[in-house]
């Protein structure tokens, strides 16, 4: 088959074959959103599976907006991560991040009280966002570049348990936070290496990213393009 007969948009496969195609992305909604996800666990890759999961409902046209907590600056890892860049060349993908520079209770020079207003911020604007979701129809296509707090399809909220876990959040209230949620917004939760047990009644999908083995084990400090 010869290119003008697979066409402009067409994908080939590694056989010769014509793959599936990308198309351009438009403000669409999604069929069965609605669910409670938690991703949890000591081993690499929470956070990149939320992002990941995030990536694809964007290219289908579909509103996201990731919150994180617990994700600022370390000497190991640049203040601007890579996704950051990549979320904003992503229409209908945004970002904030509320976390404080070195990470609580690691005695890195960074204020465990500021750690703590931080994440106390970043649930009062997570809040926000879902006080703008239950006003919106959600069922609906709705703009890529608005506003999170104009509601978006899919809300991830990135490290909110290791903070509940290390006691910067009130596990009650992330409790009030899923119980409260719009029926139609998917919300991903992310973070922690405890079990968060108090999840059960609520969450309908629950994983748990184990760690075998791990390359800090040996020294290695975070890489950019992995693990930043």
């Known amino acids: 088959m010869t290119d003008s007969e697979r066409g402009d948009g067409d994908q080939r496969r590694c056989d010769g074959g014509v793959g599936p195609a990308a198309t351009p992305i438009e403000p669409s909604a999604p069929e069965e959103f609605g669910l409670v996800q938690a991703f949890w666990g000591?081993?690499?890759?929470?956070?990149?599976?939320?992002?990941?999961?995030?990536?694809?409902?964007a290219g289908h046209g579909y509103r996201v907006h990731v919150l994180q907590f617990m994700k600022g600056g370390a000497d190991s890892v640049e203040d601007v991560r890579g996704?950051?860049?990549?979320?904003?060349?992503?229409?209908?993908l945004s970002y904030e991040n509320t976390?404080?520079?070195?990470?609580?209770?690691?005695?890195?020079?960074?204020?465990?009280?500021?750690?703590?207003?931080?994440?106390?911020?970043?649930?009062?604007?997570?809040?926000?966002?879902l006080a703008g979701c239950g006003e919106t129809d959600l069922t609906a296509p709705l703009a890529l570049d608005g506003d999170?707090?104009?509601?978006?399809?899919?809300?991830?909220?990135d490290e909110v348990l290791y903070a509940a876990n290390r006691g910067l959040?009130?596990?009650?209230?992330?409790?009030?936070l899923v119980a409260g949620k719009p029926d139609d917004l998917e919300l991903?939760?992310?973070?922690?290496?405890?079990?968060?047990?108090?999840?059960?009644?609520?969450?309908?999908?629950?994983?748990?990213?184990?760690?075998?083995?791990h390359p800090i084990?040996?020294?290695?400090?975070?890489?950019k393009g992995t693990e930043f």
């Open 188 to 213: 991903v939760l992310t973070g922690g290496h405890e079990r968060p047990d108090w999840l059960d009644d609520v969450a309908d999908l629950v994983t748990n990213v184990r760690k075998e083995r």
């Open 217 to 223: 084990e040996a020294g290695q400090r975070a890489r």
């Open 169 to 176: 959040l009130d596990v009650d209230e992330v409790l009030a």
């Open 148 to 157: 999170p707090t104009d509601g978006v399809h899919m809300l991830v909220l």
């Open 83 to 92: 996704e950051y860049n990549a979320i904003e060349a992503m229409p209908g």
């Open 42 to 57: 000591d081993g690499k890759g929470k956070t990149t599976a939320a992002l990941g999961m995030a990536f694809r409902a």
């Open 99 to 129: 976390g404080h520079y070195g990470w609580h209770g690691f005695m890195d020079g960074s204020d465990d009280d500021e750690h703590a207003a931080q994440a106390a911020g970043g649930m009062a604007r997570t809040e926000e966002v």
